[in-house]
């Protein structure tokens, strides 16, 4: 397994070009299986995860290709010869969970692994299951798989979602473009990467309206047609960036970047006393003299402050002045980054779902291990600003959502390379 090794106290300066988001194109590659015709996605990320999809979806009988060194997906689901998402894809990537809706809809049935346990949380799919009946599936579960089926198809439906899922409202908003009638998404989730494939789908000939608000209503249509749509600008992998000059010092402008996705986070940056440009080109960001000032951070649905920017916020804070609060509420154990950044000389307190993190003065290079995705790279920001050198291993985490970091973040400056096991 391969490890990353950075070496701390350089300041970063230059641009980062920031990827299309991960999270909205596992839900977009789905969504091919909802047409006969190509769906052609460019601005696609180059990562693990997006080839775990593409095997996924080949297993379904998909084609699946990568143009353009991997930047350009083209996918086709002309022939569909298989309604079954196995174990051995599904226990590596949960979202693998996303082709229950449409493998539903143009199919008409589907068998789907749960996905079993994972670093961050349980992770239960009861909403997915429950949006999937409202809308006429029938589903049980035997062997391990969700077993679905519709027998006289899906028919629109009032689906009110008991939390506002970003996976179960991908999964029902696919499975009604095609389901008879109207269906009502209530208490959906507003996420971009939500506005993102309603769009997409939009362009294959879906009938949606009300993305980015909690109400989506769905005009169900008798079939979707081919379309090509470019991936939006990943906000977890911006917002990642946004922070390193508060680690290091310097000035990054991250290329791509867009403010509507970075809202309440680029409140609580400006809050620690980071400086934010808006370019033509993208977001600027510096760090005004001296440390960072502590903040108190609450994680929420969109438009809140996300989850996935928690951990690389928590790192941040760990050399604040004065002590910090962050409370975790969107999954039950997503402090697994906390004892490695006390390895660092961290001063953390963990109770239940609240972290306080005391500032100190700087963190010591150590080595490290990180067992989630965002967990990886807020020990590689911690390392940035830490005296003497961090080896970061389980790299594959960090493979799997962030294409290039070593790279992008040695293009700025960094010391950083990454070293084969
Ligand atoms: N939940 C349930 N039942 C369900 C579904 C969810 O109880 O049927 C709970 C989850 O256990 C969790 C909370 O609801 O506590 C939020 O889960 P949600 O369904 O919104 O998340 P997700 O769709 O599984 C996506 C992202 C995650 C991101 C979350 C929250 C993808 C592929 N994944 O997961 O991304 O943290 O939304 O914003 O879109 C990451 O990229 O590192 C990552 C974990």
Redesign the pocket.
């Known amino acids: 397994m391969d490890s990353i090794i950075v070496r701390g106290g350089a300041e970063l300066n230059g641009q980062i070009p920031i990827a299309g988001a991960?999270?909205a194109c596992?839900?977009l590659m789905p969504a091919t299986l909802l047409s006969e015709e190509p769906l052609t996605l460019t601005n696609a990320p180059r990562l693990s995860d997006i080839r775990t999809m593409t095997t996924l979806l080949q297993s379904l009988g998909a084609e699946v290709s990568a143009l353009a060194g991997g930047k350009v997906l083209a996918a086709s689901s002309h022939g569909l010869t298989s309604s079954r998402a196995d174990y051995e894809i599904v226990r590596k990537m949960?979202?693998s969970n996303l082709v229950l809706g449409p493998l539903l809809a143009r199919e008409g049935q589907a068998v789907v692994s749960l996905p079993g346990g994972c670093a961050?949380?349980?992770?239960?799919?009861?909403?997915?299951i429950d949006a999937l009946e409202r809308l006429g599936a029938v589903i049980d579960l035997r062997d391990g798989y969700l077993h679905a089926s519709a027998p006289a198809g899906l028919r629109g439906a009032r689906v009110p979602l008991r939390?506002a899922?970003?996976?179960?409202t991908e999964n029902v908003l696919m499975a009604a473009t095609l389901a008879k009638g109207t269906t009502i998404i209530e208490n959906a989730?507003r996420?971009p990467?939500i506005v993102d494939l309603a769009q997409c789908l939009r362009k294959m000939g879906a009938q949606i309206e009300g993305e980015g608000t909690a109400t989506i209503t769905v005009q169900g249509v008798d079939r979707l047609h081919g379309a090509t749509h470019a991936v939006v600008t990943d906000r977890?992998e911006l917002g990642t960036y946004m922070l390193a000059p508060a680690f290091t010092g310097g000035e990054i402008e991250c290329l791509g970047g867009r403010l509507d996705l970075v809202g309440a986070f680029v409140e609580k940056l400006e809050a620690a006393g980071l400086e934010i440009e808006e370019t033509e080109r993208g977001l600027k960001v510096r760090r005004a003299a001296g440390r960072p000032r502590a903040v108190n951070v609450v994680t929420e649905p969109f438009p809140g402050f996300?989850?996935?920017l928690q951990a690389q916020m928590m790192a941040m804070l760990c050399t604040a002045e004065g002590t910090s609060v962050l409370e975790e509420r969107?999954?039950e154990n997503r402090f697994m980054h906390a004892p490695e950044l006390m390895r660092m000389g961290a001063r953390i307190d963990l109770s239940g779902g609240t972290a306080r993190v005391t500032g100190v003065e700087r963190l010591r290079g150590a080595p490290v291990m990180a067992t989630d995705?965002?967990a990886s790279v807020s020990l590689i920001l911690a390392g940035l600003g830490a005296e003497g050198e961090t080896v970061v291993s389980r790299v594959y985490h960090l493979d799997r959502?962030y294409e290039q970091v070593e790279q992008k973040l040695s293009a700025v400056g960094a010391r950083i390379e990454r070293v084969a096991a």
């Open positions: 991960k999270n596992l839900a949960r979202a961050i949380g349980a992770r239960p799919m009861d909403i997915h939390f899922s970003v996976g179960a989730a996420e990467e977890i996300p989850t996935d969107i999954f995705l965002r959502g």
